[in-house]
């Protein structure tokens, strides 16, 4: 039976230490989520209650722990995914906001060039007529 549980204990202690890298890397520095954050504490206490497995009533709980520190994961990791999907957008937007910004700048300063330009022909026109 010490075998066996130890067997499992070594599966479960995989899945998490998987899922502990994989939430490690996949938060940006610049973007702490709390929720990343709860789910390396539930994963890094589940690791602990399989590491004090002594019997099978033990191994339930420690099952069942490793079971929600990964659904936390699972969720938290969509979550990370979802934010930085979103940055990437807000960066397009920006991106496309910056070059339109540019276009509109461009704009004006032809519509005041050429509205200089049609003033002093204008005022050219009528100090001519007022000479004559």
């Known amino acids: 039976a010490k075998v066996e549980r130890d067997a499992a ?3 479960q202690v995989a899945q998490l230490s998987q899922w ?5 890397s996949a938060q940006p520095a610049d973007l702490p ?3 990343v954050q709860e789910a390396i504490a539930a994963i890094r206490k589940a690791l602990a209650q399989l590491a004090a497995v002594r019997d099978d009533a033990q191994l339930v709980a420690a099952r069942d722990a490793s079971a929600n520190a990964i659904s936390t994961a699972q969720a938290a990791s969509r ?4 934010e930085k999907q979103r940055i990437e957008k807000l960066a397009k937007m920006r991106k496309v906001a910056r070059r339109e910004h540019a276009k509109a700048e461009w704009l004006l300063g032809q519509v005041r060039r050429s509205s200089a330009a049609s003033t002093e022909s204008v005022s050219y026109t009528h100090l001519r007529a007022h000479e004559t």
Not at 20 to 24: C, Q, T
Not at 79 to 82: E, F, S, T
Request: charged letters at 20%.
């Open 9 to 11: 204990c070594a599966e």
């Open 20 to 24: 502990l890298e994989k939430l490690g």
């Open 33 to 35: 989520l709390p929720q």
């Open 79 to 82: 979550l990370v995914a979802a």
